[in-house]
């Protein structure tokens, strides 16, 4: 390809991503295959990788960071950020209705409600149609530049669209969607690191991130409400702002025009009522004055515009009394205290338990065994105690002493500077701590030995068949044969007997054998070194290619590796420190796991990765053999029968019947042997 060729196709490749990231992020209706896009991007990496000179201001590459920040640049707002003020009260709405009319007299008020989203507020700058400034509200006055970072955010438009003003600001707020949330902090826990408390601190916490690669993995989002200029193109609030969706931002639909205080208050009633509904955390619903130049005349106080208010709801709360405080052991031994509440109603749950996260939280609230206290939902998953009702403490209580010994295996415990929690030291012995860590090895992630799972690690571990995960691999048809154990009912759980013929055993044996085949890089995630999460896991063993250079680096190099910071770094030493952990692996090693990148072990790609596919009949492309070993080359995982884990059902010629009927009954999407052809390229 000559220069202006590229030129040209780094352009085109420009114009379509960009669009197909505004299709599927703000309009929700994506255009291009994840294949095709993935391909588009890949082209264009290596197009600009050539020619930098060509690369395009609004590159849909500068969306993957890269970019590190040590110190955020202040920049000063051009327009205030000023605050809203603030009422739970019915009564006050009202009066700021009241208010508004004095001021106004004999005038058509027209209201805008919004939803209140519960995020971080941003400001954005645009020249020309480029995004120049991303500032957080800072003070209000001064803010920091975080534009590297919220330029990984998919719905913020790099480049406008149609007839835009030339220069223009628009705030909004950024924030992480629940479902985000959720599985974010799942991941966060398992690979040891402290979970966020709700998705507004994961979405601040993110936004001032040094590495903006790290910031581009959270699954932020942005919804704007507020759009500045000189010369915008309507005289009010409402039209601007859905004007500014032609530009390609992402403006939320939850909004209303209101002519009266009626319509206000059943807005905010339908949404109180259908806020669980929503994707993301809200907190109340904000008023406006519809007409700028009505905003105008109302003016501000040094504080807050006399134009708007915000009406917060008030958070579902129910007293309840707290009966115990346990303590729960973690994989990685982090402790964390539980209040085991009478069971109340709470936004249509049962709650009977909530976290109370670490001793601090404790202190802070002076919460005590026997009180009555304050239960609430927020954005949290685990519902959160806000308070304690002092009036009804029982006489004779006294302060809870947090425990200094480990509830499951009597080791005094830690806690390191700067963390949060408490941990039990004793990785080799603590029950929960060993079976947490085989649960975590055998996960779908990191081994993905399913034979094993639903209570089995529990059944081995209690019979005394297995202390660490190297054990797994000593188990034999002799030593299982026969089990048998009743699983306690818990929870939501009902009681289950476990009992080991020969077909489970043949499979968990099976299972065994076949893990022996997960690439290193799976096995390294495996191991469970704390901070070592996937990605850290693929970095490393792409660096080091094998263990035995792994676990021969020093912090010095570590560090030097990408994405590897100190506290990694320093987490890998003290692993490989012990004595106990290099038998492991030795063990490991010697039972066959792959310790190496091999050609065959390391995936060619990751177009297939964490999917398990489910191929059957006749393939005009490939043998029995081939089939899997492509499917494995390209990260996925070859499976031989449909389950309600099966990702995709790939259907050649004369497929049976019974595995086309389970897919079907199951949901899973039936491929062909060229859609799958399409999907590795
Ligand atoms: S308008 C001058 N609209 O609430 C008016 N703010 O205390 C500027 N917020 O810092 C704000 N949703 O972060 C506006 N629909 C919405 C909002 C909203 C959330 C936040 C924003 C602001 C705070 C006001």
New binding site residues.
């Given amino acids: 390809m000559n220069k202006e060729k590229a030129q040209q196709r780094i352009k085109e490749l420009t114009d379509i991503i960009n669009e197909n990231n505004y299709k599927y992020y703000v309009l929700s209706q994506p255009v291009l295959s994840d294949y095709d896009f993935d391909m588009m991007l890949a082209e264009l990496i290596k197009l600009e990788q050539k020619y930098p000179e060509f690369a395009e201001p609004d590159s849909p590459t500068k969306r993957v960071g890269g970019e590190i920040t040590k110190d955020f640049q202040q920049r000063t707002h051009k327009y205030p950020?000023?605050?809203?003020s603030?009422t739970y009260s019915e009564q006050e709405l009202a009066d700021f209705d009241t208010r508004v009319r004095k001021l106004l007299p004999d005038e058509e008020i027209e209201y805008v409600c919004?939803?209140?989203?519960?995020?971080?507020?941003i400001s954005l700058t645009y020249a020309d149609g480029l995004l120049d400034y991303a500032v957080t509200?800072g003070d209000g006055v001064v803010g920091d530049v975080v534009t590297n970072n919220v330029k990984t955010i998919r719905s913020v438009p790099l480049k406008l669209k149609g007839d835009y003003p030339a220069n223009l600001e628009i705030?909004g707020?950024i924030f992480i969607p629940l479902a985000g949330f959720a599985k974010f902090n799942k991941e966060r826990i398992e690979n040891g690191e402290d979970p966020f408390a709700n998705p507004r601190n994961a979405a601040s916490g993110s936004l001032k991130m040094q590495d903006s690669a790290e910031v581009a993995r959270r699954p932020l989002d942005c919804?704007l409400?507020?759009v500045l200029g000189e010369n915008l193109p309507f005289d009010n609030h409402y039209d601007n702002l859905l004007e500014a969706r032609k530009w390609g931002f992402n403006v939320p639909g939850y909004l209303a025009k209101c002519k009266n205080m009626e319509e206000v208050f059943e807005f905010i009633r339908d949404w109180d009522n259908g806020r669980d509904k929503l994707p993301l955390e809200?907190d109340g619903v904000?008023v406006?004055v519809n007409s700028y130049r009505q905003q105008e005349e109302l003016g501000e106080t040094a504080k807050?515009?006399r134009w708007?208010i915000?009406y917060k709801f008030k958070a579902e709360r129910v007293l309840t009394r707290l009966n115990k405080i346990t303590y729960q052991v973690g994989r990685t031994g982090a402790i964390t205290p539980v209040a085991n509440l009478e069971p109340v109603q709470l936004a249509g749950t049962t709650v009977k338990r909530a976290s109370l996260h670490n001793a601090d939280i404790i202190e802070a609230l002076d919460v005590r065994e026997g009180d009555m206290v304050y239960v609430e939902k927020g954005g949290e998953i685990i519902p959160k105690i806000v308070g304690v009702e002092l009036g009804q403490r029982p006489a004779g209580s006294h302060k809870l002493k947090y425990i200094e010994i480990c509830p499951e295996c009597g080791t005094p415990l830690v806690r390191e500077e700067g963390e949060a929690s408490h941990y039990c030291p004793n990785e080799e012995s603590c029950p929960p701590q060993i079976k947490g860590k085989i649960e975590h090895f055998i996960s779908r992630k990191a081994m993905n030995i399913d034979s094993l799972g639903e209570g089995k690690v529990e059944m081995l571990f209690d019979k005394g068949l297995i202390r660490n995960v190297a054990d797994l691999y000593d188990l034999n048809y002799e030593n299982l044969i026969g089990l048998e154990k009743t699983i306690e009912a818990s929870g939501d759980k009902k009681e289950k007997r476990l009992s080991f013929k020969e077909k489970t055993v043949s499979n968990i044996l099976k299972g065994l054998e076949e893990s022996k085949k997960t690439p290193f890089e799976k096995v390294l995630f495996a191991l469970g070194i704390r901070y070592v999460g996937q990605t850290v896991a693929k970095k490393l063993a792409r660096h080091y290619r094998d263990m035995d250079t792994l676990m021969k680096a020093t912090f010095e190099e570590l560090v030097l590796v990408d994405e590897i910071g100190e506290k990694i770094a320093e987490s890998i030493i003290r692993f490989f420190s012990e004595e106990k952990n290099i038998e492991i692996v030795n063990r490991l090693k010697e039972k066959g796991l792959q310790f190496e990148m091999t050609e065959s072990a390391s995936p060619k790609s990751s177009k297939l990765e964490g999917l398990s596919i489910v191929a059957s009949g006749k393939l005009q492309n490939f043998t029995r053999d081939e089939i899997k070993k492509t499917i494995e080359e390209n990260g996925g995982k070859a499976v031989s029968s449909v389950s309600k884990k099966t990702d995709y059902l790939l259907a050649g010629e004369n497929i049976g019947p019974n595995k086309l009927a389970k897919a079907r009954e199951l949901n899973i999407p039936i491929i062909s042997e060229e859609e799958f052809l399409g999907m590795i390229g």
């Fill in positions: 950020m000023l605050s809203l603030n919004e939803l209140k989203y519960d995020g971080v507020s509200r705030r707020e919804y409400y507020y809200i904000v406006k807050s515009p708007a915000a």
